[in-house]
């Protein structure tokens, strides 16, 4: 099994020393020193409180590179979640009673491009997401995953096989919208293509 390279930060010394050494102990880790990041598969963000600054670290990590968390951390409010996934956290676990165990499975499960949350964690996350929906998104005829309705409509006949003639008839729209709704997705999501498209909406699972 190809071994997980982790890179750990910490807003303390001491937590940064003893998780690098636990790690290092494991066979399936390899930790990756900070400079050369770039080559991690995952990252470990430990710290006891998410206070502003710890929150601005994290930003700046996750604007460095794009690799999953694990945040390990102390008293979670609900406030700052929405932000912490925003970060490309995967995984959260409780810093004063986590295991080695579960550090581990949740880098691996993180490595895997799985996601790792406490029950209560993922239950106040749930609540900000359908808080989101409901006064920000819906109200601008939005979903969570960007799109409008007219949009989803069009990438949902694409993947059906249909072409941009048949879209118009069936959605009564000249071609000329249609092609307007599918320039319009792939220029504001930044995707490559119609394929690239549909990719996307099915990964955010609206089609």
């Not at 930003?59 to 460095?64: I, M, P, S, T």
């Not at 491009?113 to 005829?141: H, S, T, W, Y």
């Not at 293509?193 to 955010?204: D, M």
Request: net charge neutral; aromatic share 4%.
């Amino acid at each position: 099994m190809a071994r997980v390279r982790v890179v750990v930060h910490s807003t303390d010394p001491m937590t940064y020393v003893g998780l690098t050494s636990y790690l290092k102990s494991r066979p399936e880790m390899v930790i990756v020193d900070k400079q050369d990041a770039g080559q991690a598969d995952v990252a470990v963000f430990s710290t006891e409180r998410l206070t502003s600054e710890a929150m601005n670290r994290l930003r700046a990590l996750a604007a460095e590179r794009t690799v999953p968390t694990v945040l390990m951390a102390g008293a979670l409010t609900e406030a700052p979640l929405l932000a912490v996934v925003e970060c490309g956290v995967v995984a959260i676990l409780p810093r004063s009673a986590v295991t080695g165990e579960q550090l581990v499975d949740s880098i691996m499960a993180a490595a895997a491009g799985n996601g790792v949350m406490p029950r209560d964690i993922l239950g106040k996350l749930l609540k900000r997401v359908e808080m989101l929906q409901r006064e920000v998104l819906a109200p601008n005829g939005l979903n969570v995953a960007g799109l409008e309705p007219r949009e989803v409509d069009v990438l949902r006949l694409i993947a059906e096989g249909w072409g941009t003639d048949e879209i118009a008839k069936e959605l009564q729209y000249s071609e000329r919208t249609v092609k307007n709704v599918i320039y319009n997705v792939t220029n504001r999501l930044k995707l490559r293509n119609r394929a690239h498209a549909v990719a996307y909406a099915l990964r955010a699972g609206v089609i």
